[in-house]
């Protein structure tokens, strides 16, 4: 299988930080939408949650300036299509 | 509609291919309390929940359950690499493997194939949250009985992740069925089924 | 069933005044709101949160909810 590297990141970078805070940052507003869908009038809740979402997008955009696109709508086809050639998230 | 995040929702790193291993995880793929069975269950009931805060809920631990799906069969894949036909024998692998080779497929560790028998979409929402709750419990038992045989961290570790979301959606579907019976008459929960009938006759 | 004693303020249709496990609510007021037949799970009340990185490592940001498996030899 052609293992296209050209955003010059490996494997490790899908564990490295700016993945791993992607990944806290998503599961934060996760847990919480998930709390939200439950309890949708509780304000402390809802304004955690919009401390939290705009943590999620800056760890978002830093990922996709550093590694690769995370949702198609990501990819600037200037860079080409950049969406088939970061590792996907099942290898090592 | 679903959208894709090129992400896992926890990283799956495994170093260490183990066949044994990987069938067992395999339950939690295509078994009877597993991921697949637990997305679809929630997807197909959320439908005639009459609740929309409920069907909210559903849709989202529906979705959430996608993303273990994929967690498991990271696992799976990955502990299933690079293995030669010594290793598949020695390590029990070699049943599955005749019909799969290193594919990921949905059955459980017993080999039985994925079966909509394994989940009910009841049309009545104390029914279905009732059948959610039992499901997130079973859901969690077989994740303890995982862990009993699996020392590998790197297993481990997403392996008890997936194992407390199944505690948290037990909350959340109790939570869910509170709602539910807070809009019902306390005296008779059962006179009929709000996500059918138009009221008690 | 009879109640013991009256509940000060009127609830709302399922609230029983002992949502939050730490408060100090006698059982049957708790019980005179609740029906036979029917399975109650309490409603969760917002407080303390985990750090991202470890609500990722636990599985969640609620510490109350964070019900590990320990009889696996490792605590996980």
Redesign the interface.
Known sequence: MENNMNCGCT?NA??GPT??Q??QA??VI??L???L????TDQNALSYFAAKKSQYEQAKAAYVQQI?????SDVDPADGWT?GE?P???E? | MW?????????????NPNPKIAQVILSQYGGPDGELGASLRYLSQRYTMPNR??A??LT??GT?ELAHL?MV??IV??LT?NLTPEEILAQGFQNYYVDHTAGVYPASAAGVPFTAAYIQSKGDPITDL?ED?GAEQKARTT??NI??LV?D?DV??PI??????E?????????????I??ELD??N??AFNPAFDKQAR | MACAAPMQAAP???ACGCETPSEQTSREACLC?M?L????????GWAQTYEPAVA?????I?PE?????L??G?I?
């Open positions: 494997q899908l564990t993945a791993m992607l990944a998503g599961f996760f847990d939408l998930l709390y869908d439950t309890h949708p690769g696109p995370v949702r198609i969406w970061t996907w998230p099942w090592v | 959208s894709y995040e090129k992400r896992l929702q926890y990283p799956v790193r495994i170093t805060k409920v909210g809920l989202d631990i959430e994929e069969s990271a894949h990955q690499r009732s709750l994740y303890d862990l009993r020392d961290p481990r570790d008890a992740f997936l194992r407390e979301r505690i948290v959606h037990y909350q959340r579907f109790g939570e869910g069925l509170r709602m019976t807070e306390a005296k929960f059962y | 709302a249709p399922a709101n029906s037949a029917m399975s109650y799970v309490l409603m969760q990722l490592s636990r599985g969640t609620f909810l964070d019900l590990p498996f009889a696996a490792r996980c």
